[in-house]
């Protein structure tokens, strides 16, 4: 493969690069945190607002320069219906920093967490539209497997399919690709399977980037990951099911609901390294295994969906989606109120241009 570092730029008008980019951050931690400090630095330096949001465990006081930072009592008095019923102590709290994002004018939002580190990459332009290797119709691809010859799957791969071989990658195209996930190198997002009994770190290597189009899916996180204006509405974490599953099963709404309105999901080299927060990988076992066992099924219920093609249709098809994996009792059924809140908050900002 050739070596690329940041999805190769197309120098077209109708996607202004790093016009109008929020990064978005939810975090519990103090504001001596030395990543925190590092990015809101970095951030300033290169014209992106930097929202990170706040929990009820949050420190009462919180001061980071170029930080614009959002505590439980400042969420409450905003003015998004989504606010006053979205759970605390949960990690869905950074919906919140979404919808702030869009109230500002976001045309774009990038989102990482606490614990990775920016790498050179990270702040360089980024386009909707790329060039990469597209592939329809593949079910199940384990897309870490183009970055790397170590045996590695992303956290929320189904397991059933973690031998399948990889899918030969054909000549590379231009794509148009509103929903863009990096990787990340050291302690990259695996589940608590790999890092129970296989070794870290890894870095990957730097390949040339893959996109995911219909019936293709691979799970993507809220770790390192770029939303264009027109998918704001899939940022969507819900709050009614394991922790460590809501931006897994996003991804999976995200992934079926994009293939309605003919957008790939793209897979670029590693723009950040992870620090890995303290974690309790017994825990996370159990807080997986939800996923472990039901992966592969929900995906194949959302594809048998009979969902209306169209952007136009985002929102209806999302309900159709959340109520499936309400049906399977692997999300409550309080989660429809607040997608319904959500549904109405985006709508206010018109993210259809």
């Not at 919906?95 to 045309?107: D, F, H, Q, R, T």
């Not at 332009?125 to 010859?149: C, M, P």
């Not at 825990?283 to 939800?290: A, G, I, L, W």
């Not at 098809?317 to 549904?343: D, H, P, Q, R, T």
Request: include cysteine.
């Amino acid at each position: 493969m050739v070596e690329s570092i940041w999805p190769i730029q197309l120098k077209l008008n109708k996607y202004k690069d790093m016009e109008k980019t929020f990064l978005v951050i939810t975090s519990i931690a103090d504001d001596k945190h030395p990543i925190l400090n590092s990015i809101a630095n970095d951030a300033a330096k290169n014209d992106v607002p930097f929202i990170v949001v706040g929990d009820t465990k949050s420190p009462d006081k919180f001061d980071i320069k170029n930080c614009d930072f959002y505590s439980a009592d400042r969420q409450m008095g905003l003015d998004f219906d989504l606010a006053k019923s979205l759970p605390f102590k949960h990690y869905a709290r950074k919906n919140i920093g979404y919808l702030i994002a869009m109230s500002k004018g976001a045309e774009t939002i990038i989102e990482t967490d606490d614990d990775n580190i920016p790498l050179e990459g990270f702040w360089n332009n980024r386009s909707r539209e790329v060039e990469a290797h597209l592939l329809n119709d593949q079910g199940w691809v384990n897309v870490y497997k183009y970055f790397t010859e170590k045996l590695i799957w992303p956290r929320g791969f189904a397991l059933e399919n973690i031998q399948k071989e990889l899918v030969k990658i054909d000549t590379m195209q231009r794509v148009d690709c509103p929903i863009q996930q990096g990787l990340a190198d050291e302690n990259p997002d695996v589940d608590a399977i790999y890092r129970l009994t296989l070794p870290l770190p890894v870095t990957f290597n730097k390949s040339e980037n893959i996109a995911l189009g219909k019936d293709s899916i691979c799970p993507f996180n809220s770790q390192n990951t770029t939303w264009f204006k027109e998918a704001f509405p899939l940022m969507y974490l819900p709050s009614y099911c394991s922790f460590r599953m809501t931006d897994i099963w996003r991804s999976f709404v995200a992934q079926r609901v994009a293939w309605t309105c003919g957008w790939p999901i793209l897979f670029h080299n590693s723009t950040v390294r992870q620090e890995r927060n303290d974690h309790n990988l017994m825990k996370d076992f159990r807080d997986e295994v939800s996923g472990y066992n039901n992966n592969e099924m929900i995906c194949q219920s959302l594809k048998e969906l009979d969902l209306k093609e169209g952007i136009e249709n985002i929102s209806q098809n999302m309900v159709l989606c959340y109520e499936k994996l309400i049906s399977f009792e692997l999300v409550g059924k309080e989660e429809i109120g607040l997608l319904n809140a959500w549904l109405k908050d985006v709508d206010n900002f018109d993210t259809s241009k």
